[in-house]
């Protein structure tokens, strides 16, 4: 369901040699990303380099936007936004604009915040320079390299029949139930940890992990990874700690669900409509 690359956005590292000219910037301070609004939209702003300062010397080349490049910065506590620019939470701009406006800022966040967290070698202690060929931190010293990290989250929708099964978190927005989801652990197949968080969360045993898509969520690192499965055995319990509830939900009786924006969303909306049309089919 998700599409490979955003249309219009072309990812690279290697930055075009001129470097003053007009450029799509992703500027951040304390989790906040510098927009635009333009004719209603919010939009990741065109300036120069001068109209950021000192925050564009620092410069990451993220890729083409419609053939204009694309750069993230740190924007400096202190400094002076742009004129006509604001800062935003990144979260709001995901939840409020198209898919490459907020796909090309998760990916700048991400590379800033890897930048921040490793300036320095883990191994030596020695600081990190940017590498020639690749988006990595060298340390010259020991020559450990640094990629930015990515952590899995593994999604899953599990069915019986014409019921799914939705959970809760405390806090979580009233009446609102989502899919069950965790972390893979180190040495684990996504299979495995599918089966595992299901197991922990709700207490059920299930199986025949279908893939649906996949979404980067830049909070800070995550690439979660949808899947349906099928019901195995077991009742099920929410834990009462992480979760506040968990149910079977009949697929014409839903709770409220979260944003389209999410992928958990797309993943129950798609699986319902599949169980809908194989109930239809079998005349049930
Ligand atoms: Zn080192």
Same mark, same amino acid.
């Given at each position: 369901?998700?599409?490979?690359? !955003? !249309?219009?956005?072309?990812?690279?590292?290697?930055?075009?040699?001129?470097?003053? *000219?007009?450029?799509?910037?992703? &500027?951040?301070?304390?989790?906040?990303?510098?927009?635009?609004?333009? +004719?209603?939209?919010?939009?990741? /702003?065109?300036?120069?380099?001068?109209?950021?300062?000192?925050? $564009?010397?620092?410069?990451?080349?993220?890729?083409?936007?419609d053939g204009?490049?694309?750069?993230?910065?740190?924007?400096?506590?202190?400094?002076?936004?742009?004129?006509?620019?604001?800062?935003?939470?990144?979260?709001?701009?995901?939840?409020? +604009?198209?898919?490459?406006? #907020?796909?090309?800022?998760?990916?700048?966040?991400?590379?800033?915040?890897?930048?921040?967290?490793?300036?320095?070698?883990?191994?030596?202690? *020695?600081?990190?320079?940017?590498?020639?060929?690749?988006?990595?931190?060298?340390?010259?010293?020991?020559?450990?390299?640094?990629?930015?990290?990515?952590?899995?989250?593994?999604? $899953?929708?599990?069915?019986?029949?014409?019921?799914?099964?939705?959970?809760?978190?405390?806090g979580y927005?009233?009446?609102?139930?989502?899919?069950?989801?965790?972390?893979?652990?180190?040495?684990?197949?996504?299979?495995? &940890?599918?089966?595992?968080?299901?197991?922990?969360?709700?207490?059920?045993?299930?199986?025949?992990?279908?893939? %649906?898509?996949?979404?980067?969520?830049?909070?800070?690192?995550?690439?979660?990874? &949808? %899947? #349906?499965?099928?019901? $195995? +055995?077991?009742?099920?319990?929410?834990?009462?700690?992480?979760?506040?509830? &968990?149910?079977?939900?009949?697929?014409? !009786?839903? /709770?409220?669900?979260?944003?389209?924006?999410?992928? +958990?969303?797309?993943?129950?909306?798609?699986?319902?409509?599949?169980?809908? !049309?194989?109930?239809?089919? #079998?005349?049930?």
């Amino acid at each position: 369901m998700t599409e490979e690359t !955003a !249309a219009g956005f072309e990812p690279g590292h290697r930055p075009p040699e001129a470097q003053n *000219e007009l450029a799509t910037w992703c &500027a951040f301070r304390a989790g906040k990303v510098l927009v635009m609004r333009v +004719s209603g939209r919010l939009q990741l /702003p065109a300036l120069r380099p001068e109209d950021l300062g000192s925050a $564009a010397r620092t410069r990451h080349y993220i890729g083409m936007v419609d053939g204009v490049p694309c750069y993230a910065a740190a924007l400096h506590d202190a400094q002076d936004l742009p004129a006509g620019t604001d800062l935003i939470f990144l979260r709001n701009l995901i939840l409020d +604009s198209d898919e490459l406006t #907020s796909g090309i800022a998760g990916r700048a966040f991400q590379i800033l915040e890897w930048e921040r967290t490793h300036r320095y070698c883990g191994a030596c202690g *020695e600081p990190t320079t940017a590498h020639q060929a690749d988006r990595a931190q060298e340390c010259k010293s020991c020559r450990q390299l640094y990629y930015p990290r990515i952590a899995p989250v593994v999604m $899953a929708l599990v069915t019986r029949g014409r019921e799914v099964l939705l959970t809760r978190k405390p806090g979580y927005a009233p009446g609102r139930y989502t899919v069950v989801a965790g972390f893979v652990e180190a040495g684990e197949t996504l299979e495995h &940890a599918l089966v595992r968080e299901v197991r922990e969360e709700v207490g059920v045993e299930s199986h025949c992990a279908r893939y %649906f898509g996949s979404q980067p969520w830049p909070f800070p690192n995550s690439l979660v990874m &949808a %899947f #349906s499965l099928e019901y $195995a +055995s077991g009742t099920v319990e929410a834990d009462g700690v992480e979760l506040e509830d &968990a149910r079977w939900f009949d697929i014409d !009786a839903l /709770p409220e669900l979260p944003e389209p924006v999410h992928i +958990s969303r797309r993943l129950i909306d798609d699986t319902v409509a599949r169980l809908r !049309a194989a109930q239809l089919s #079998s005349g049930a």
